[in-house]
């Protein structure tokens, strides 16, 4: 009786399971686990988030990062702004809170929690938060829904005049003089 009872059930959940999938389903949305994101492949193909700035200081040169799986998101409200790109060995990180729509913000780590994280390969890193009264400036031009629901696209500038090593080896500090982005961006909740 307890073994008849076991295939039942075993049987039941083989067909629940095989009920909650199709080969051809539509495209779900975005879903959010914890703070990672998980874009299908057909919507990352479409909306890949790119990166680009020019460094002076203890790095120089032209730098673009681009990442096909989106980890930037809009939390609490929209409110909490957070581009997140990486590649390997390289990432670009920027939050604060405040966010209000397209405009012009001054991130600093004691207004607005603002922050900047850039990482280079492994040995190389800066961050604006590291230094008391530093501030960044990010100007976002256009923040507009996509047809992915939860999904919208972002466009923009960004320039921080001291980001300080906070690396394994300490590097003198860098300057971002001209950085822009296009993003694809989670709105959250």
């Not at 199709?22 to 874009?39: D, M, R």
């Not at 405009?103 to 922050?115: K, P, R, S, V, W």
């Not at 300080?164 to 590097?171: A, E, F, I, R, W």
């Amino acid at each position: 009786m307890l073994t008849r009872r076991l295939y039942s059930l075993l049987g039941l959940f083989i067909l629940l399971l095989t009920g909650c999938g199709s080969i051809n389903s539509p495209t779900p949305p975005a879903q959010v686990v914890g703070t990672t994101v998980y874009l299908n492949k057909q919507a990352d193909s479409q909306r890949s988030s790119i990166v680009s700035f020019t460094l002076e200081g203890a790095a120089t040169g032209d730098y673009t990062i681009q990442a096909t799986t989106a980890l930037s998101m809009l939390r609490h409200g929209h409110k909490e702004f957070t581009i997140d790109i990486a590649e390997p060995n390289e990432v670009f990180f920027l939050a604060f809170y405040g966010y209000q729509g397209p405009g012009t913000y001054h991130l600093a780590e004691d207004i607005n929690g603002g922050d900047v994280h850039l990482a280079l390969g492994t040995q190389a890193s800066w961050d604006l938060a590291s230094q008391a009264g530093a501030q960044c400036l990010l100007t976002v031009t256009q923040d507009a829904p996509t047809s992915t629901i939860g999904v919208d696209h972002m466009t923009g500038s960004f320039s921080c005049p001291q980001l300080v090593s906070n690396g394994p080896h300490k590097l003198p500090p860098v300057r971002i003089v001209h950085g822009t982005f296009t993003i694809a961006m989670l709105v959250v909740s």
